[in-house]
């Protein structure tokens, strides 16, 4: 089948160059239907004929078009960053921080060009939430689906988007998207509530004077993280000095709803985000489309997306939307004692506002488990049996280095030989390093107990699925027992991508085997997945061979071939473990 073809971004090397190109990705203009469209601001469940938000999106998916983007990475030394203060070093994608929105709309395509031209790292791009079904190896993540891209060669990406919503794209080169190596995505779909104005995304991350290189050295001899040097919104803030950088600006109109897409890009802090005398409306979780449920303040796990409506119907004025990260310290911690941007009403003059708000009630780390999905789900607990084998113990080990193991193993993937690798050439000797967890079953839900042995809370992200968060318990309440069975919900729970780990506590999951692919499980803590925080499903394996174009096959086998012939002459090592 012929599509039509949209393509975003040049090479500075001048790939493509001189090809037709799209509007920017933002504002968004690929929302705005053709005539006669049912998608309209008073009827947003509607999406296309055939397709609405009661749509299983898992079984059913819209035609399409092609959308190509092409990006660079870059290094920059002593850069001036959005806060006014100089980093010695970051890396962009496309010169920009965060990276370039990549938007699209549901049943889409999309081929993303990107040309490595790093010094001396490798990378690698993961599209984070994306479900992949029958492309993993297009999910972008190194020693697993992939060898990095070295650095002078360039890698092409092509998925189909099968969901709709809010996410983001990042490196998963050790820690190196938080040198910068992110930015949104944008998957236009229908809503379980009408709005007016879509604002776009709004990543909030930490944001550190030091490269994330040297943090992960740093964190791997304590075991607690350096605060943060200030909270970006949306790629800036004023430094805590007050010394330069600006306060990002949200504009409401008044009378009218908004659509605000808020996503924690962050690489350590766990947030709840608020603006002072508004509430919020969440419609959407990690891409999974939910039935309205407002609240005075969300809470952002790493990684977490939550897609939100604001009524403009208070006082014309500006207003602070604040995080706040508890005492604790343990969903991370700031020397920007008071992170904030403005909501500003376009009928008022610009200022700074003046109430500070209160700040919300202390969460403990962990994120709601009542967003209702509207595309339902429901497994049988006769079919959960918690055992040794479907059981993930975290523990932490402090020497003599700090290291993060699930089930006694810290994972610690080879660069020039994929996971992938194995599979294609029918070789089940996996190392034990790889951390592999073997799921043959097929079509039916597949459960999972999380024990935490630490106090540390975790955001635990999987890859090529969403899965149904059964249960959670309160912090400290230590391992999962056969009492706490009953506390599980199986109607329609909580379904998302990522979802915390409480503290000293248990966490109970199921996903359905539905997927064939190598999927990692893992903390989207950057320096605890650095720290070997994380499990390899290997799901379907007899399967995965047979899905893989012979396209796809020769770009993998040639990335690597290049790979291994600059890492294994290039005289550096890897110091952590390669996620």
């Not at 996410?167 to 992110?182: D, L």
């Amino acid at each position: 089948m012929r599509f039509p073809v949209c393509l975003t971004g040049v090479f500075s090397a001048g790939l493509l160059a001189g090809l037709g190109q799209c509007a920017p990705s933002w504002p968004n203009t690929l929302e705005v239907r053709g005539p006669g469209s049912c998608y309209t601001p008073s009827n947003r469940a509607c999406w296309s004929p055939g397709f609405d938000i009661n749509t299983d999106y898992e079984t059913k998916t819209p035609a399409g078009i092609v959308r190509t983007f092409n990006w660079e990475v870059t290094e920059h030394d002593n850069w001036t960053g959005p806060d006014g203060r100089v980093k010695s070093k970051v890396m962009l994608v496309n010169n920009q921080y965060p990276g370039p929105t990549l938007t699209a709309d549901w049943g889409d395509t999309v081929v993303v060009n990107i040309k490595n031209s790093l010094r001396l790292n490798g990378t690698s791009f993961h599209w984070h939430g994306i479900r992949q079904l029958g492309t993993n190896i297009q999910d972008g993540t190194n020693g697993v689906t992939e060898c990095p891209i070295p650095p002078g060669a360039s890698k092409t990406y092509t998925f189909k988007l099968t969901q709709y919503g809010t996410t983001w794209y990042h490196s998963h080169f050790s820690a190196q998207y938080g040198n910068g190596v992110f930015g949104p995505i944008v998957i236009n779909g229908p809503a379980s509530l009408p709005w007016d104005i879509d604002l776009g995304p709004y990543p909030i991350n930490d944001y550190y004077l030091k490269t994330a290189d040297q943090i992960v050295i740093d964190t791997q001899h304590t075991p607690a993280p350096p605060p943060s040097n200030n909270i970006l919104f949306n790629g800036t803030n004023i430094n805590p000095a007050g010394t330069g950088g600006a306060y990002s600006r949200i504009t409401l109109t008044p009378g009218k709803r908004h659509r605000l897409r808020l996503i924690n890009t962050s690489v350590e802090h766990n947030y709840q985000v608020s603006i002072v005398g508004h509430d919020m409306t969440i419609i959407s979780t990690d891409l999974v489309p939910v039935n309205s449920l407002t609240a005075s303040n969300v809470f952002l796990g790493v990684g977490q997306r939550v897609d939100v409506t604001i009524d403009a119907s208070k006082t014309p004025g500006n207003y602070w939307m604040n995080v706040t990260l508890p005492a604790s310290g343990l969903c991370g911690a700031s020397l920007n004692p008071a992170p904030a941007a403005i909501v500003h009403y376009s009928s008022a003059p610009n200022g700074i506002p003046t109430n500070a708000g209160t700040a919300p009630p202390d969460s403990g780390c962990r994120d709601s488990l009542n967003y209702v999905p509207v595309v339902q789900r429901q497994v049988s607990l006769d079919q959960f049996t918690p055992g040794a084998k479907n059981t993930l113990d975290v523990t932490l080990d402090t020497a003599p280095l700090v290291v993060w193991k699930v089930n006694g193993t810290a994972i610690d993937v080879d660069w020039d030989r994929p996971v992938l690798d194995y599979v294609l050439k029918g070789n089940t000797s996996y190392p034990a390093s790889e951390n592999v967890v073997i799921v043959n079953q097929k079509n039916v839900w597949t459960f999972w107990v999380l024990e935490n042995l630490s106090s540390v809370p975790h955001p635990i992200h999987l890859h090529g699925h969403d899965f149904l968060v059964l249960g959670a318990s309160a912090t400290g309440a230590g391992t999962f027992t056969a009492a706490n069975k009953a506390s599980l919900k199986s109607a329609n729970p909580t379904r998302r991508d990522v979802t915390m780990l409480p503290g000293a506590g248990w966490l109970v999951l199921a996903f359905k085997a539905d997927n064939p692919g190598n999927w990692l499980l893992h903390c989207h803590i950057a320096w605890h997945i650095s720290g070997g925080m994380s499990v390899d499903f290997l799901e379907r394996v007899s399967e995965q061979k047979a899905q893989i174009s012979s396209a796809d096959l020769t770009a993998y086998q040639n990335n690597c071939v290049a790979w291994r012939n600059y890492f294994d002459n290039s005289g550096l090592h890897q110091t952590d473990s390669g996620l």
